[in-house]
């Protein structure tokens, strides 16, 4: 993920984690993410609020306050402030003069939401160029009905593969993807079959199937302010809704070319899809079956653990440790320690 510096290169956001006390803030945008109206002892009202952005979040008041300026308040919307910061009791607080919502577009999402650090269009450039390397006729007529849907598209480039695991940013489920599918490429040739190391399995059925594992993740996903499950998400599932996009989408190629598409191949396709978590323990309801399940399945786990792994020593709160904390959702420490020198550049 960027650095806070990266982020605050064109100094259009100071950072929360930036700001010391009797600072003055004027036109600064944060997000709010709680507020509430409470009483003085002396029967008056103010507004409480938590102020956030990427690098942390600030306890924010408003004094002399009003029903109808605390009902204006968008919570979890972007404020424009005007006010002062100050220490209390050890912590920084602002006291806020004035404030009104942000516009639209006046405000970069990455200051706020985790973002990828690589460019989103050449990463979505670089995942089309593979996909075109796909031999079978069938699945790049699929192909081509994901990719001209220009919603589905759309959420794919900016969407985090998840709320807090691997890739938990926006822009990381293309990021995964393409990682995946770079991986693939390297066990089951860059151009096709005949650089593969397994020729007996089907090239293009794992490609398809990388590209296809978490694209329901469009849909399970909330971003527009924090990462969170929509409703969809939580009733419908990010493999369930793939694989009903992936019939959908068949029918739409079969209603368009007059043929009928291979139900084998529609079965396996699917059958990848439903199997890419790898056990019914880990939310899939189907274990891998043909060996292009079990490629797409620990291709796909390669890359989430890996970053995972390289996201709990960068994330790691004790610099003078040669461990992380320990990660819940590898269910271990990490020792941290270059031994190589790989991480620090020195490596031979």
Known sequence: MPSVAKAARSGAHRFIEQLQPGEQISGDIYLIKQKDLRTTTNGGLYIHAVLT??????????????????????????????????????????????????????YDLADFIPSTERDIEEMWGSVLAILRTIKNPHLLALIKEFVGDEEIVARFKRAPAAVQ???????????????????????????DDSESLYPEVSRDLVLMGVFLHDIGKTAELKYETSFSYSSA???????????????????????????????????????????????????????????????????????????????????AKDADSDWTEYLRAIETRIYKKDVMGIRTGNGK
């Open 53 to 106: 952005d990427r690098s942390g979040q600030l306890l924010a008041r408003i004094w002399n306050a009003t029903q109808e300026q605390y009902d204006s308040i968008p919570e979890g919307g972007f404020l424009k402030v005007r006010g002062r910061t100050e220490s209390y009791k050890g912590n920084l607080q602002f006291i806020v003069d004035g404030l009104r919502p942000a516009e639209e577009g006046s």
């Open 233 to 315: 998400g939580q009733l419908v599932g990010h493999i369930t809704q793939a694989a009903i996009w992936i019939d959908r989408k068949i029918a739409e190629v079969e209603q368009k070319s007059g043929k009928v598409f291979p139900d084998d191949i529609q079965n396996v396709l699917t059958h990848i899809v439903l199997a890419h978590h790898g056990t019914h323990e880990f939310g899939s309801p189907r274990i891998p079956a043909c060996a292009e399940a079990f490629a797409v399945h620990h291709l796909d786990n390669i890359d989430a653990k890996i970053q995972m792994s390289l996201q709990g020593i960068r994330d």
């Open 165 to 191: 695991y691997h890739h938990a940013y926006i822009g990381g489920l293309l990021e995964h993807t393409l990682n995946v599918l770079e991986l693939a490429t390297r066990i089951f040739g860059r151009k």
